[in-house]
Nanobody
Framework: QVQVVETGGGLVQAGGSLRLSCVVS????????MGWFRQAPGKEREFVAT????????YYLNSVKGRFGISRDNAKNTLYLQMNSLKPEDTAVYFC????????????????WGQGTQVTVSS
């Protein structure tokens, strides 16, 4: 059974940084594309960034390009999201996704989801 656990969320002031981590166990991490999604209160879950399984090609939501960086360490079964220059509108629960669609779609899908980690950016 695949387990997905995110850590690293928290409260930060606007302009600050956070790094999220996602550890996947029970599956072959290197065989999965991976991604980060987020859901703000009262809003639908949305695509943030995805990364391919082997080449490490990344895709980003336009509003986070240049501020967020997705990466993976296949030896550690871990996915990361480095978030810099955070804005209040980045406030959301961030979810790690195993084998998601690589590009944004109206209804994000993935093979497995984590439980989410809260990111709150104060102004």
């Amino acid at each position: 059974q695949v387990q997905v656990v995110e850590t690293g969320g928290g409260l930060v002031q606007a302009g600050g940084s956070l790094r999220l981590s996602c550890v996947v166990s029970g599956g072959t991490f290197s065989e999965y594309a991976m991604g980060w999604f987020r859901q703000a209160p009262g809003k639908e879950r949305e695509f943030v960034a995805t990364i391919t399984r082997s080449t490490g090609v990344a895709y980003y939501l336009n509003s986070v390009k240049g501020r967020f960086g997705i990466s993976r360490d296949n030896a550690k079964n871990t996915l990361y999201l480095q978030m810099n220059s955070l804005k209040p509108e980045d406030t959301a629960v961030y979810f790690c996704a195993v084998d998601p669609e690589l590009l944004p779609s109206p209804e994000p899908t993935a093979k497995y989801w984590g439980q989410g980690t809260q990111v709150t950016v104060s102004s």
